[in-house]
């Protein structure tokens, strides 16, 4: 089989919405740059899309036209890398998955131990938070949530109350070995955050968890943040 035909036949078999490269058809490396006119060959006849430079897609159609695939998709180089996680969505990316928000960005944010300067993928804009904490599958939802305190302020289209009213409830839902992994995660954090988690905790009725987060904080700082008034203990953690 030609090297056309046999690309033509792997890309069938890929579901809409999956981004691959030419790497995912290589067997021999000098196939390679008949593998890349191939698939070039298919984005000039409109049977697949290109994402970036080297990224392909199978574009979904819909009455709106055609699918952009999903964000995990788009950057899921920049999440795992042979089988390892390096990354996650964050930001203005879980915002609307968590629901604090009813908009949709055209940034994607991106949790890092080493950041990079953000850059275009198709209508994308990609962007960097630097994470002090080892990341894991397991502690991306905890991250997610002290990245949402961290970043309080700007969420767009919500308003500190329902925000803060959301949280609450997230963080209640956690169960108690979760809680404690999110004050040790916190403690990488900066103090503000610390502060509002120490608050939200004593709110729900665990203030046995917040004696590390008091200790790490400098009693005489203050803190403002927008959701200052919805929690009973905010004084107690100065936060005006």
């Known amino acids: 089989m030609k090297t056309a035909e046999s690309v033509a036949s792997s890309v069938e078999r890929l579901p809409k919405g999956r981004v691959f490269t030419y790497a995912d058809f290589v067997s021999d490396t000098k196939q390679k740059e008949a593998i890349i006119k191939a698939l070039n060959r298919m984005v000039a006849a409109g049977k697949i899309a290109k994402l970036a430079k080297g990224k392909y897609y199978k574009p979904e159609d819909s009455s709106f036209g055609k699918l952009l695939p999903s964000q995990n998709e788009i950057v899921k180089d920049l999440l795992e890398k ?37 850059f275009k993928r198709e209508r994308y804009t990609i962007s960097f938070v630097k994470q002090k904490n080892t990341i894991t599958k397991g502690n991306i939802p ?60 004593e709110e729900i009725g665990n203030a046995s968890l917040t004696e590390s987060l008091r200790k790490s904080l400098n009693p005489i700082s203050i803190y403002k943040l927008p959701a200052a008034k919805m929690l009973k203990s905010t004084e107690a953690w100065n936060i005006r």
Do not use: W
Not at 97 to 116: A, C, D, F, M
């Open 142 to 201: 905890l991250l997610q949530i002290l990245d949402v305190i961290r970043y309080l302020k700007k969420i767009p289209d919500a308003s500190p109350s329902s925000v803060c009213k959301r949280l609450l409830a997230i963080i209640k839902d956690l169960t108690q070995k979760e809680k404690k992994s999110l004050v040790e995660l916190a403690l990488k954090y900066p103090p503000s955050v610390r502060a509002f988690l120490g608050a939200v905790l």
């Open 82 to 118: 042979e089988g390892e996680v390096i990354g996650y969505l964050t930001g203005y990316s879980i915002y609307n998955q968590l629901g604090l928000t009813t908009q949709v960005s055209n940034t994607i944010q991106i949790g890092k131990n080493e950041v990079r300067p953000q």
